[in-house]
Nanobody, 119 residues
Framework: QVQPVESGGGLVQAGGSLRLSCAASGRTFSWFAMGWFRQAPGKEREFVASITWSDGFTSYADSVRGRFTLSRDIAKNMVSLQMSTLKPEDTAVYYC????????????WGQGTQVTVSS
């Protein structure tokens, strides 16, 4: 069992920056990838970014590419999502997720953290 725990959400003005962190615990061996998803009011949850644990390969949604940067800290079992040039449309609950193996989808989820970008 893996438990991701998010931190770092909050309120920021458009154009500003925020950093989200996610620490995963509960399993002694590494997983395939960690990622971030978000869900805005009235919308479906969408992919934001992911990072492969073994080699640090990152993927981003088109809507955040160039503005968000995802990194990992293997020693701390943690990922950080640096969000810059934030827009009101980035407002959402952001969820951290763990993909335990190549054969699974993202199968462990955090509780979520609210990010609100004011115009």
């Amino acid at each position: 069992q893996v438990q991701p725990v998010e931190s770092g959400g909050g309120l920021v003005q458009a154009g500003g920056s925020l950093r989200l962190s996610c620490a995963a615990s509960g399993r002694t061996f590494s997983w395939f990838a960690m990622g971030w998803f978000r869900q805005a009011p009235g919308k479906e949850r969408e992919f934001v970014a992911s990072i492969t644990w073994s080699d640090g390969f990152t993927s981003y949604a088109d809507s955040v590419r160039g503005r968000f940067t995802l990194s990992r800290d293997i020693a701390k079992n943690m990922v950080s999502l640096q969000m810059s040039t934030l827009k009101p449309e980035d407002t959402a609950v952001y969820y951290c997720a763990v993909r335990s193996s190549l054969l699974t989808r993202f199968d462990y989820w955090g509780q979520g953290t609210q990010v609100t970008v004011s115009s």
